[in-house]
């Protein structure tokens, strides 16, 4: 994690590092002021921190509540060598809590990262370089010794140089790639999580059977999601992107919609409008890109080309958004590499969809077979050896696609988890499945998977499908685990060389009747996407008429400029979300594309809280009131936020009554709420006070530091892309 330090007043510092700011001092007999914690009380108290964390999960996850427990550190300084030190930490537990608990909060205190990392004495390494902003040397650990060579199946590069290819090209393009965190809970099982240090919205994760492949895996996803646009899906970009010469590749074409709001003739072609347009009810203006939200230019549309027979077909970026997610994307040592991973991917999510939506039941893969790759068995037996059953089953359908299955089960919480894989190779399949199930995930991260149903409802819904492709975390059926199955075993093999399994993938979608476009980028390395419409969406065609994400363009630049609204703007606003019938609890984040800091009142904001603090604004009591009392029944926002609108709710409850005044009741509403909170509360009421909590913003996105950050992010990536296109 990147950490800058600003040098502020007297020997006042300023730590920012994500959302955050730390403010820390000396004491005054220091020569400091004593504002704030010292440096070394920050340190002190993170480990303390820590292991609170740790064994508040341990109780969650067990229901044990943790009114009763206290923990304490004292930090013991040897008299002879002051940086010889004893971390005594204490913990107070009733006597409710079994032995058995016990002995298991300290073992999860025991588990504390602050802890780990002192015993394990971290590396200090100080340099000076010209330039914090323009250094890019990538802050990659771990990095395997330039003298390695190591092959794996499906690789035409070893890794250690597909590695050092892959930094250099993030080095170059000026983004500090930091490892946030390593996984390693069983055998050749390993998995990472990297972000842009500066923007950490933009990161991936990576997983493998080692180190090497696992942060090669990582890199590899960052470079494709880079390539496709896809750290900035939805987001809007800025008004100076929005009117640059090109807003997403310099070979866009932009289409004004027809007469009547109809489709231009040269988007898409026949058989995908027949797909996504199959009632004609879809309009030019549906497809306007999020991204820029410039319908005065038109549909912001990508060339991809038709695989049967090489013709260029223009897809609209909003299209592609609102419908693929990050399906069908890769990046690769060349393009059918890249081509190979990516349709690995779309049979990997749609075989999955099929199997969980029609509740098929797969066949186990023989032990004998299992045996033939010890590798991938040891990481099975971990699992068991932890108590988590594991089922490997064969998702190829009769030898169809290239696709196998681990399903783990937690006995402790009747939760299943069922990951599935794809590549041409059986064993890299294999490997994939085991190391997805694992990703980013700790064993006590493996009681939060959701239990099977017998309701065939729950399973087939979209909703699910979308879990499923996200984080693997949707429901399965219990028709999944019969004895009975549907299709025999196959010890199937589509390996071959690139070319070969490129080939022989195209052909399975060429016999199921489909079509694929392909998009090849070399901007950053080499990666390609592939879109196979009504094979490979994972949201559904409706949701382009129906709940498209541009939608944000009927609401962002008014959000936006909130406070420089007059009453007619405002009630027009107001008016426009509640006949929109958007759910009331939609945070403004997602509403709008805009990257809040979460913990400031614009980043927890939702629509049902906005049209409270309108209604406020415009003297509507009476509508405001009926809101409050919803939020206050369903609030998940700040303590202190819900005792704003508790307090509101009794100043409205009050004034709305002609026979009560507000002066009887100011005394004790002053040591209830705090006369700070009242004055703020009462002003919001009369008016004086326009929008408490949000700090005034506009389409210039002043103060919005997290988005900021990802569109300087994004304008990396734009300016490689311009400065290429002259070449």
Not at 19 to 39: H, L, M, N, T
Not at 479 to 485: D, E, G, I, Q, R
Not at 534 to 552: A, F, G, H, M, R
Not at 624 to 637: C, G, S
């Amino acid at each position: 994690m990147e950490i800058k330090v600003n040098f502020l007043d007297n020997l006042r510092l300023e730590a920012k590092f994500d959302d955050f700011s730390v403010i820390a001092d000396q004491p005054i007999r220091y020569k400091g002021d004593g504002s704030a914690p010292s440096p070394f009380d920050y340190f002190l108290a993170s480990s303390a921190l820590c292991a609170a964390y740790f064994m508040k999960v341990y109780c969650a996850a067990r229901d044990i509540p943790t009114d009763g427990i206290r923990l304490s550190q004292n930090n013991i300084v040897d008299p002879e060598d002051r940086y010889n030190q004893i971390f005594q930490i204490q913990v107070e537990l009733p006597d409710s809590i079994s032995d058995k608990d016990r002995q298991g909060i300290l073992r999860s205190i025991d588990r504390c990262t602050v802890k780990k990392v002192v015993q394990t004495g971290p590396e200090f390494k100080i340099e000076t370089v010209d330039n914090l902003d323009e250094d890019a040397q990538a802050m990659l650990m771990a990095q395997p010794d330039d003298a390695s060579n190591t092959f794996i199946l499906g690789k035409d590069l070893p890794l250690e140089q597909t590695i050092a290819d892959m930094t250099n090209i993030l080095a170059d393009l000026g983004m500090k790639i930091e490892i946030s965190s390593w996984r390693n809970i069983v055998p050749n099982v390993w998995s990472l999580h990297i972000r842009d240090a500066a923007s950490p919205m933009c990161f991936t994760n990576g997983k493998g059977s080692t180190k090497e492949s696992a942060l090669c895996s990582a890199l590899g996803e960052f470079i494709e999601r880079l390539n496709c646009n896809f750290f900035y899906n939805d987001q809007f970009l800025g008004e100076e992107i929005a009117n640059s010469d090109f807003v997403h590749y310099p070979n866009e074409k932009w289409f004004k919609p027809g007469d009547n709001d109809a489709l231009p003739a040269d988007i898409l072609d026949e058989y995908c409008r027949k797909i996504y347009n199959p009632e004609g009810e879809l309009s030019g203006s549906n497809l306007i890109d999020t991204n820029s939200g410039n319908s005065e230019r038109g549909i912001c549309s990508i060339p991809y080309v038709r695989q049967s027979d090489g013709e260029t077909v223009y897809f609209p970026s909003n299209l592609i958004e609102n419908l693929f997610l990050s399906n069908g994307m890769s990046a690769g040592n060349n393009f059918a590499e890249a081509k190979v991973q990516c349709l690995s991917e779309i049979f990997e999510r749609a075989v999955k969809r099929q199997i969980i939506e029609q509740e098929i039941v797969l066949p186990d893969v023989p032990q004998e077979v299992l045996e033939k790759y010890p590798s991938i068995l040891a990481g099975i037996k971990g699992l068991e050896a932890q108590g988590f059953p594991v089922i490997v089953k064969d998702a190829s359908l009769g030898g169809q696609f290239p696709v196998m299955c681990v399903t783990l089960m937690n006995p402790k919480t009747g939760g299943v988890f069922a990951s599935f894989g794809a590549h041409p190779s059986f064993e890299v399949a294999l490997e994939r499945s085991l190391t997805e199930l694992l990703q980013g995930r700790s064993f006590e991260g493996l009681n939060d998977v959701p239990k099977p149903t017998f309701n065939s409802l729950a399973v087939s819904e979209p909703e699910n499908f979308v879990e499923h492709f996200i984080d693997s975390t949707g429901t399965i059926s219990w028709k999944f685990f019969s004895a009975k199955h549907d299709y025999e075993f196959s010890e199937w093999d589509f390996s071959g060389t690139n070319e070969e399994e490129t080939a022989s993938l195209f052909g399975i979608l060429k016999d199921l009747g489909k079509e694929a476009y392909i998009a090849e980028f070399s901007d950053l390395g080499t990666a390609c996407r592939i879109l196979v419409p009504d094979y490979s969406e994972v949201y559904p065609v409706e949701d382009l008429i129906w709940d498209n994400t541009n939608k944000s363009l009927n609401y962002r630049e008014d959000i936006l400029n909130l406070h420089s609204l007059n009453d007619d703007e405002l009630a027009s606003l107001a008016e426009r979300l509640e006949e929109s019938q958007l759910d009331n609890y939609t945070d403004i984040i997602t509403l709008i594309g805009i990257e809040f800091d979460e913990n400031t009142v614009w980043g927890q904001l939702t629509i049902l809280e906005l049209k409270i603090l309108i209604y406020l604004a415009l003297g509507e009591l009476e509508d405001a009131i009926e809101l409050v009392e919803t939020f206050l029944q369903f609030n998940d926002n700040t303590v202190e936020r819900g005792l704003f609108y508790q307090a509101i709710n009794a100043v409205l409850e009050v004034t709305l009554d002609n026979e009560l005044a507000l002066d009887d009741y100011m005394g004790n509403f002053n040591r209830m709420f705090g006369e700070n909170n009242m004055t703020n509360v009462v002003g919001s009421i009369t008016g004086d006070i326009r929008f408490f909590g949000l700090t005034k913003t506009s389409m210039k996105l002043e103060g919005l530091d997290k988005h900021l950050r990802l569109i300087e992010s994004y304008k990396k990536l734009h300016q490689a892309r311009a400065e290429k296109a002259k070449l």
